[in-house]
């Protein structure tokens, strides 16, 4: 990767940034906005569930709990490569 692309792909991330950000400015309804990601998000853990609700929400904890384990392998590895986060 050259210089040039890398300023440019550092460019592009900080326009795209600022854009979501007016985007998300300019939502009056920010939960409204995003039901119909969240309601299929939690429909995948119903579904996987065969449609029982308390599996589901244990499908959806032990998403999220993994999803946290892994953060936290991410950050050490990246603590020891000397990273910042």
Request: proline residues 1%.
């Amino acid at each position: 990767m050259t210089n040039k692309s890398a300023s440019s792909d550092s460019e592009r991330r900080l326009i795209a940034s600022a854009t979501a950000h007016e985007s998300w400015a300019r939502t009056v309804d920010r939960a409204g906005r995003t039901a119909t990601a969240r309601a299929a998000f939690d429909r995948r853990f119903l579904d996987d569930a065969d449609g029982d609700p308390q599996r589901a929400e244990s499908l959806r904890r032990a998403y999220f709990k993994q999803l946290a384990a892994r953060s936290v392998r991410a950050r050490r590895e990246a603590k020891e490569r000397g990273g910042n986060s």
